[in-house]
């Protein structure tokens, strides 16, 4: 019985943390390939903080493997400083039905290069 018991709670661990895993790796390529459309690439212009959301979500939500419901959101966006503060929540549930959350933030510095 200890070792069903002990499995269940390494396997719930495992599922929390691999989560946390994908959460954050689609979080940093989102982010990334966003700046880059908006300063590198150049491929259409973003105007505001709508336009960086949406333009995030889209890359965000197709790099998502995981049947979690994600909540994005923009905690600050200030252009004149370029700064971006994102955080991203999924809720997700677990094998034994227990509910899970994972939550992860980043702030981001947008730069030029001139």
């Known amino acids: 019985m200890t070792f069903v018991i002990s499995g ?16 954050q790796e689609s979080l940093d390529h989102s982010i990334t390939d966003t700046l880059e459309t908006l300063f590198v690439n150049k491929s259409y212009e973003i105007q505001d903080a709508d ?23 923009l905690i600050g966006a200030n252009y004149d400083e370029g700064l971006v503060f994102i955080e991203v929540i999924a809720d997700f549930s677990y094998q034994n039905n227990n509910k899970g959350k994972v939550r992860c933030r980043k702030a981001v510095l947008l730069e030029e290069e001139i």
């Open 8 to 23: 269940a709670v390494h396997i719930n661990a495992a599922a929390g943390n691999s989560r946390e895993m994908e959460l």
């Open 51 to 73: 336009e960086l959301m949406a333009d995030f979500c889209a890359g965000f939500c197709a790099g998502q493997n995981s049947n979690a419901d994600i909540t994005v959101n």
